[in-house]
């Protein structure tokens, strides 16, 4: 299957920021795009994000659907799939973006907000890719992107449990490239720098001003940045890279 026809495209976190970006760069005529999103502190702002990036995607002729679920809980994410292929039989393309931070430092980090992040960050894209992984290996066809990040190669101040889940979701992307490459499955890995997102929106000021001093471009990242990058490892373009991790920092890691 090509990129020019028609696709199941599965995108998890994809009801705001990198994940509806990621979402609407997918969007055209024949492309059917399903994603996920959860947010128990705030489920109703979290389903009004859904819809929004529901009119988002179908306005660009796609058709898509959000689903609650928590990519952490093993039933759930069989579920999520299982709903998926009632629906087209097919997954074609799988972007594990869900993500969540709980920063501290080491030294005050609480055991669940370690055990948090790196069951949303690390556990939901191992959970996700087996699940996707197994239609693919079927197909003898797909493609994974996994949204990695530059800390997760350069580490950083304050978020031991993030980085080590990037870390380690890096690992994971070239671990799954080498098993499923036989079955004619890409796996590779985006690594975004400081993207401006809900996640960066909340820094304060001295830290968004030190940061971008230390890239070259001299800006902050667009979601749409990002997103180009995952729809070109998509492509038939990128059909001969499989266990890259690309990096899209605007050079602030080279």
């Known amino acids: 299957m090509t990129e020019n026809s028609d696709r199941t495209v599965v995108v998890t976190g994809g009801s705001r920021g990198i994940g509806r970006a990621i979402c609407k760069a997918f969007a055209e005529p024949g492309t059917r795009i399903f994603f996920n999103y959860f947010s128990p502190a705030d489920p109703e702002g979290e389903k009004a994000a859904a819809e929004e990036t529901i009119a988002l995607v179908r306005q660009n002729g796609a058709e898509a659907q959000g689903m609650w679920a928590n990519v952490a809980v093993p039933a759930e994410v069989s579920q999520f799939f299982d709903q998926v292929m009632e629906a087209t039989g097919r997954v074609d393309v799988l972007v594990n973006n869900a993500g969540i931070l709980r920063d501290a430092l080491m030294a005050r980090m609480k055991e669940a907000d370690w055990d948090a992040v790196l069951s949303v960050n690390l556990k939901g894209p191992f959970l996700c890719t087996q699940a996707a992984a197994r239609i693919m290996a079927k197909q003898r066809s797909g493609r994974i992107v996994n949204m990695a990040s530059v800390v997760g190669v350069i580490g950083n101040i304050g978020q031991a449990n993030y980085v080590a889940a990037k870390a380690g979701l890096i690992g994971l992307t070239k671990t799954a490239a080498k ?64 266990g890259q991790v690309l990096h899209v920092s605007g050079g602030m890691v080279m």
């Open 179 to 242: 098993e499923y490459a036989s079955r004619g499955v890409t796996v590779n890995a985006v690594a975004p720098g400081f993207i401006d997102t809900d996640m960066t929106a909340g820094l304060p000021e001295k830290v968004r001003t030190a940061m971008l001093a230390s890239i070259p471009l001299g800006r902050s990242g667009s979601p749409e940045d990002v997103a180009g990058v995952v729809r070109f490892l998509a492509s038939d373009a990128a059909a001969y890279l499989t």
